[in-house]
């Protein structure tokens, strides 16, 4: 029975619920050969050491707060950069005007913020 409480203790610690904190989102797009093709930049770092976060799962979605359900602009994953803690995607954006670009991120750290981009006319 000695061996059962150091088990029952690694248990416990594996099962509690605590998450590490949500990291820093830093969040900037660029126009790419185009106003609708959006490349974005995001990049994560934790807290509160602000070290880059690498491997993590980021996607991207865009939506129009304007017009809602009248867009489905197809969700991207984003990939690792050079830099560490960068990640980069590219949205196709519908049309010129304010979207809302959802970022979410998994693993190792989860965490989800937006950021709004006003796409101009050419
Ligand atoms: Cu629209």
Do not use: K
Not at 3 to 30: F, K, M, Y
């Amino acid at each position: 029975m000695r061996r059962a409480l150091p088990l029952l203790a690694a248990l416990s610690v594996a099962c509690s619920p605590s998450t590490p904190p949500p990291p820093t989102v830093q969040v900037s797009c660029v126009p790419e050969a185009s106003p609708l093709r959006q490349r974005c930049t995001v990049t994560l770092r934790d807290r509160p050491a602000g070290l880059p976060i690498e491997r993590a799962t980021v996607t991207l979605a865009a939506d129009m707060p304007s017009m809602p359900l009248a867009h489905s602009v197809r969700p991207a994953a984003a990939t690792a950069g050079t830099a560490p803690g960068t990640y980069h995607g590219t949205l196709e954006l519908e049309m010129a005007g304010r979207w809302v670009i959802t970022v979410r991120i998994a693993g190792p750290v989860y965490d989800q913020v937006t950021h709004t981009i006003d796409v101009e006319h050419r």
